[in-house]
């Protein structure tokens, strides 16, 4: 049965990943509803949190394909109720519309919503929450004249895991790099380039 799923992606930041990445997914005809990007909490690593609908088995070989690659260090995938997650959205809404009508300035406090930009002509308006949150909110200014309507990818974490990080700790500890050795005639460029 499907269901939405999260999948978590840790890469290194290398230029055609995100191309490669959806590649998989066209070839599979699956339709990603919505995709972040961003760096991770270790420095020079980045994360992706890709959503989409469907089968755990598909899911589960989605996250084995991708780790495949070779700029990207671990694929997870989750259901929703395995992870805490946002996303944020922006109404812009006419200014004398919200001004005139008390209830919409109540109703868009009782939804967490704050106003970003006030002018004389719009008023753009902020609100985070699950998907459904912030579609009840659409709905209800729907009447009063919402001009424009944008929301971001999700931006997700996983409630059962100790982070990324710690599991690079373990690898640099079982696997450590080699030593970077300094090249001895690095100062001395002019000695040994001259002619």
Partial sequence: MKQEFTLTVYTENQIGLLNRIA??????????????????????????????????????????????????????????????????????MPTDAIAEKVKVERLLHEFGARAIAIRKDYTVFEATGHREETDKLIAFLEPYGLIEFVRSARVAIIKDSSGFHEKVKEFEKREPGEEVIENEYLDKQEEVFSM
Avoid: C
């Fill in 23 to 92: 590649i998989i997914f066209s070839r599979r005809k699956i339709n990603i509803h919505s995709l972040n990007t961003s760096p991770s909490e270790v420095p020079g690593i980045h994360r992706f949190n890709i959503v989409i609908d469907e089968t755990e088995e598909v899911v589960k070989k989605l996250a084995r394909q991708i780790e495949k690659q070779v700029d990207v260090l671990k694929a997870y995938y989750n259901t929703n109720d395995e992870i805490v997650w946002q996303e944020m959205a922006l109404y812009k």
